[in-house]
């Protein structure tokens, strides 16, 4: 069997990161995000890159990194707050953004992926959204016709993988990742462990492996980017 | 006299029946859910992959797997159940979610909802709003009936860029409840104290019906 | 909590069965197919009815028992093979039918539970699948327009429900019942188990009950269409 | 002499490369299996929803949970995943399927493929065909080189309603390997005892290209 278990994500992206090439990051914020693969991404040194990816990251995290080098021309994200590096850059016209309802972002790395060229929402009819898209009746209610998204690259952060690349998710830590794994023609998966071929359940799989080309061990802890909490005291 | 946040945000439980499935915004909305009443049961999604979303986790308790659509920590239920963004917004933009209560920078008489970027500020982004309010069977806004500065949020027409169009069904201010009617606002309820007078002077957006019973 | 356990499937149709309305019934041949709801359904009486269905039954089995009786006068399927009943109506006119390909008819149950009003694929392009659609071209090749279906009532079959009407399927008795599941403005689910809730865990749920009305226990056997077995010996 | 149809299989099986996702169509395609060389993998897709299919259950050992596309029991391996419908099909026409290989009853110089319909005959369906043939990455069609009766199969165009436009790349049948052109079909290779009359006589396409080496 073609081996896709990668020894660390610089080997894993070996040979597949080109400039001008389009690159979806899964992940909501930090959480189920690549932080491995991206900071493997960065060192590639790959530029002029088109990012699809919910959030910029943060200050210093995740696709913060690429933006600190200067590697990406272009954002398709949903949300791009709380990271002033990426509002400097866009200010100063640095880099280009293309905002997209999250919806409408999720499915069309889906339908990219499952061969959907183009689909019609009601999301974003009579607002900026719309502009230049084209509007179509459905039972008179008007659609607004979005595109299918394919990556040359998807990076993709699981719980478990397999040696096939079959992939478990973890809580709200899946999000994205099924839907960019699925985008991508070529998709690295980073994950917390990686287990012998037939450890998994196969009614659990949540991304099946023919969607994973390689898999990595990841190397960067999880984080909580707003830690909320409740004192044990009060509540009780 | 007006409704304080935890006031208005009883109001908007009250939409809440039994079962519902209700995906709370940020701000004033998230409040809502502290005021259900005991006799109902409702399961909150968040757009990010999740239904039955819990409490805030206890301290040193919180899981990097496990946050809201705001980005905070929170915790699972007994019923919680996890999937991928795209079928969450299929939730939401196939009609499924039974409510949506959402915050707002500014709403029209028609419906109209602008909440998510004003021209010349550092935009953001609309997040899920736009699939939101697209989407749920029934929205409903809770915001203050007036901006900091003073001025009508509830207008004839958005100024700001729209986040939806002719989605919103219901408002509820600190100074009464309105319903949405095209061609203009029927007041549904006037806070205790409020004279329409001083609603009339806040409101921009057209004033269709009084309730008949005011509260004084 | 609004209660989702129905006693029985006769009770868990009450008052959703109209004449004329759309139902879709999960399953791939007699796999994973509703068969005590469909018997129930047949029960109501409900006529005129359109059936969206991978297929159409076998010879008395599944959706053939509303065949016998008349009750269905359209099929939207991809495959109405290997039953003889299906055809004889078919040949006198009794029955209208409406092919769909399996991917385009699986697409089509997702995209309506999903409020996609249409989607472009290039399935069926420059067939008679086609005739009448529109074509589009995408980078330069041709797609033609499929639409989304909503049905009036979803009967879809599962392995295990919790009492919120959270499903998880078994192999491939999944098939087409997670997206009919979301397609059905009413979803009533058959299942093997009824467990408490916070039984399952919520990693292993393949439908979140926001998609499912109504839950009941199954009471008609799985079967087994085309029995294919090797003997042990020559194997050995 | 031409090739058995476990030849045909072997040569389509040569198509395989290691670690492919491949989906067989019924009839002779699903003796590819059995052909596979020692060196390389592969992983058989079941459109009703599953990759890395197993064989047939031995007798007692059927489950009715587990069927393949043609509604067979099979069984499941150490690497199996299950999926619902509409994730099967958008592997299948989003491009992740690298091989089909199926039987026909026609196909063209062009491409073009029609293996679902007679008219005037009783018509089954076309199950999962079009989409396979729309959304493979390559498509390879095994097939007598005639009809029972004798007449052509491998045609200038076809007559029966087709499945797929322009969407073989080639064709394995008992007297050769022929690959699309576009204006006709290449002669990959010749079965052994065959003759270029014998296959000039039984091709109706156009024939364009000859092997540099034949087998005699």
């Not at chain 1, 021309?73 to 707050?81: L, T």
């Not at chain 1, 659990?204 to 898999?215: A, E, L, N, Y």
């Not at chain 2, 699972?76 to 409510?99: P, V, W």
């Not at chain 2, 550092?122 to 697209?134: E, F, H, Q, Y």
């Amino acid at each position: 069997m073609k081996k896709k278990v990668f020894g660390n994500a610089t080997d894993a992206l070996a040979g597949i990161a080109t400039d001008g090439m389009t690159v979806m990051a899964g992940g909501f914020g930090l959480c189920g995000m690549p932080a491995s693969l991206i900071e493997a991404l960065r060192d590639t040194g790959a530029s002029a890159l088109t990012c699809v990816s919910n959030n910029a990251g943060t200050d210093g995290e995740g696709l913060a990194l690429l933006l600190s080098t200067g590697q990406i021309r272009k954002m398709i994200s949903s949300y791009v707050g709380d990271n002033k590096l990426f509002s400097d850059l866009y200010l100063s016209g640095a880099i280009e953004l293309e905002f997209c309802p999250q919806g409408t972002l999720a499915e069309r790395c889906r339908a990219g992926g499952a061969g959907i060229a183009g689909f019609y929402t009601k999301t974003g009819v009579g607002t900026v959204n719309a502009e230049g898209k084209e509007i179509r009746e459905f039972d008179g209610v008007p659609h607004v016709l979005e595109t299918g998204i394919i990556a040359d690259l998807a990076l993709v952060k699981a719980e478990i993988a397999d040696e096939d690349g079959n992939l478990i998710y973890r809580k709200t830590a899946r999000n994205f990742n099924p839907d960019m794994a699925m985008g991508g023609r070529m998709t690295v998966a980073e994950v917390e462990q990686i287990v012998p071929a037939g450890s998994l359940d196969p009614d659990h799989i949540h991304t099946p492996g023919i969607f994973v080309q390689r898999v990595v061990q990841s190397t960067r802890a999880k984080r909580i980017e707003k830690l909320t909490e409740r004192s044990k005291e009060v509540a009780q | 006299m007006s409704w304080s946040r935890d006031e208005m945000a009883a109001k908007a439980a009250e939409e809440i029946e039994d079962g519902f499935y209700v995906n709370l915004g940020i701000g004033i909305p998230t409040l809502v859910a502290n005021h259900i009443p005991a006799d109902r049961d409702l399961i909150l999604q968040s757009e990010n992959g999740m239904l039955g979303m819990g409490p805030f986790p206890f301290e040193g308790e919180a899981d990097p797997d496990l946050i809201n659509a705001g980005k905070q920590t929170i915790t699972e239920l007994d019923r919680t159940s996890y999937f991928s963004s795209s079928t969450s917004f299929a939730m939401i933009r196939g009609g499924h979610i039974d409510l949506a209560i959402l915050g707002t920078m500014e709403v029209a008489q028609n419906g109209d909802i602008a909440n998510w970027m004003i021209p010349g500020k550092l935009v953001k982004g609309m997040g899920g709003g736009m699939d939101l309010v697209a989407g749920a069977k029934r929205v409903v806004v809770i915001t203050d009936h007036v901006t900091k500065s003073g001025a009508p949020k509830l207008l004839k027409q958005c100024t700001l860029p729209l986040t939806g169009q002719g989605v919103v069904k219901r408002i509820i201010t600190d100074l009464g409840i309105f319903d949405v009617k095209g061609e203009g606002l029927a007041v549904a309820e006037i806070a205790p104290g409020v004279s329409r007078e001083q609603i009339q002077k806040a409101t921009d957006a057209a004033l269709l019906a009084w309730p008949d019973k005011e509260l004084a």
